[in-house]
């Protein structure tokens, strides 16, 4: 999902500010309450300081979208709702005109992220609802990617791991509403398809996760483990890094949509495999077929009145 929202501001020129209605300072700028019908269609009310958006107001473009919140200096900053021309939305923190803090998206799909941004990304902790399936991922997300110690959560069952680049990696184990944990760790394998492109066949090879169970024990608590630190030999050492960051946006976010402004432009990306058209940002489809694949079928099992096998 390419978080995107709005693009830095340009300056206002003597010839592009529109029809304008309220408070003016001594200077003659626009300074109080007023209203601003820009030449390109969008109209602004609320608040000004001299000459420019500066405080509570609403912004709204002429292809559906509007700001409801707080500027500063001509920038969204604070606390504000933007609506996108799809429905989706988005209520939260801004700082210097990006979706920066604590905030909620709401998808045209019903899929909700919930948690903290930086710089226009899902960055921090956050928990994402997966409408159509009802699944649940809660943990760490690093520049609008899964990556760190997380729990996805299922309608009968649960994995509990990490995760980078939206997979599953290493050890983890699958909680059943049964009673019951198979531990085992997600290993990265090659898999090779063929392709014909015109008369020539390539093969492409093909990264994926393949779950590899080890044992299955009683239920018990789960917290996140982070590496140990080695202890320094010779004197003070480094500390480990616990995760890696990624760079970019995701590739899930959505296409970008220019909306000339008073100045102002937002630029919205769908997702990869949103289908959004329009949105600004794209919601995540994850669908973690690779997992479900490696999982032990546990009510099959319990069907058969057998212990689930390994």
């Known amino acids: 999902m390419s978080d995107l929202g709005s693009e830095e501001l340009e ?13 003016r300072n001594e200077a003659g700028e626009r300074h109080g309450h007023g209203k601003a019908r820009l030449p390109n269609g969008d109209t602004y009310e609320g608040n000004y300081e001299h000459g420019k958006r500066h ?39 801004w700082a210097d005109d990006q979706r920066h803090g ?42 609008g990617q899964q990556e760190g110690a997380a729990e ?12 980078f680049n939206k997979n599953p990696v290493g050890p983890g184990k699958y909680v059943f509403d049964i009673g019951c944990e ?10 090779e398809r063929g392709e014909e492109e015109e008369e020539e066949e390539t093969a492409m090879m093909t990264v994926v996760p393949r779950w590899k169970a080890t044992n299955i024990t009683e239920l018990a608590l ?12 010779d004197g003070p050492g480094a500390e480990e890094a616990l995760e890696t960051e990624g760079g970019g946006e995701p590739s899930e976010e959505g296409q970008a949509l220019a909306d000339g402004s008073e100045g102002e432009t937002d630029s919205m990306r769908p997702g990869e495999d949103d289908g ?35």
């Open 11 to 23: 300056e206002e020129g003597e010839n592009d500010l529109g029809e304008y209605e309220g408070e």
């Open 182 to 191: 198979q531990h085992g760790e997600y290993r990265l394998t090659d898999v």
């Open 55 to 93: 405080g509570q107001g609403v912004y709204k473009f002429k292809n559906g979208a509007r700001y409801m919140g707080e500027y500063v200096q001509n920038k969204k900053h604070g606390h504000g709702t933007f609506i996108y021309p799809d429905g989706s939305r988005y209520e939260g923190e």
């Open 102 to 143: 604590y905030g909620v998206y709401y998808y045209v799909n019903n899929d909700t992220y919930t948690g903290e941004w930086f710089a226009h990304q899902r960055h921090g902790q956050g928990t994402y609802f997966y409408a159509e399936t009802g699944s649940k991922y809660i943990g760490t997300w690093v520049n």
């Open 152 to 163: 996805l959560i299922h309608l009968n069952h649960r994995y509990q791991g990490k995760f």
């Open 222 to 233: 789960w917290t996140p483990t982070l590496p140990e630190q080695q202890p320094p030999a």
């Open 276 to 310: 959004e058209g329009s949105r600004e940002e794209g919601r995540e489809d994850f669908r973690y077929d690779t997992i479900d694949q490696g999982i032990v079928s546990f009510e099959e099992e319990e069907n058969k009145q057998s212990e689930p096998p390994e």
